[in-house]
């Protein structure tokens, strides 16, 4: 690793943990020529790569930054914490990861995208939805709006009305 400090190339890892994602590596280091410490951070790479389909047929190597940026700029100024916007572009990856070998469209990546973003942040759904559908009209807009509202909200933390699949005391007789 070179040092940031003084471009030299000889340096020693003093503490090495997993990041808050658990696929990358944090890493602190010491130059062994200035004694400057120092941060590294160690992505570890999937093992197959993942060709994007796009709709106009070209492909092109997932990119999971693509992901980051179009989470970061429906977001904008909205309140939403960095952490939260880089978990989601990690869960989506995760799940394309498991579920396709090869390729996958491009619309499925946007469909993960929008699911995971209508939880987050409705305003910020809307932008990303508004670019991903390229609404032409108020009219194509409205109805996104429309079907937010009635669809029924997740509430997070909330514990399931029935456990195995049946209704409470069901089965039990006293």
Not at 40 to 55: F, G, H, I, N, S
Not at 99 to 115: C, F, I, K, N, Q
């Amino acid at each position: 690793m070179i040092c940031p400090f003084c471009s030299h190339n000889d340096d020693r890892v003093i503490d090495s943990r997993p990041a808050e994602s658990g696929r990358t590596i944090r890493r602190r280091r010491v130059c062994n020529r200035c004694d400057r410490r120092f941060t590294t951070y160690e992505r570890v790479e999937q093992q197959a790569r993942l060709v994007v389909v796009k709709r106009d047929g070209s492909r092109v190597p997932f990119d999971p930054d693509n992901i980051l940026r179009g989470i970061q700029a429906a977001c904008g100024k909205r309140p939403v914490p960095e952490d939260a916007k880089a978990g989601l572009a990690e869960a989506v990856e995760d799940e394309l990861y498991q579920t396709y070998e090869r390729e996958v469209d491009s619309s499925v990546v946007g469909e993960l995208v929008m699911a995971r973003l209508r939880e987050v942040d409705e305003v910020a759904y809307i932008r990303f939805a508004s670019e991903y559908h390229q609404f032409m009209s108020a009219t194509d807009l409205q109805k996104e709006l429309d079907m937010l509202k009635t669809r029924p909200k997740a509430v997070k933390d909330q514990r399931a009305l029935f456990e195995d699949g049946k209704p409470a005391g069901a089965g039990e007789r006293s």
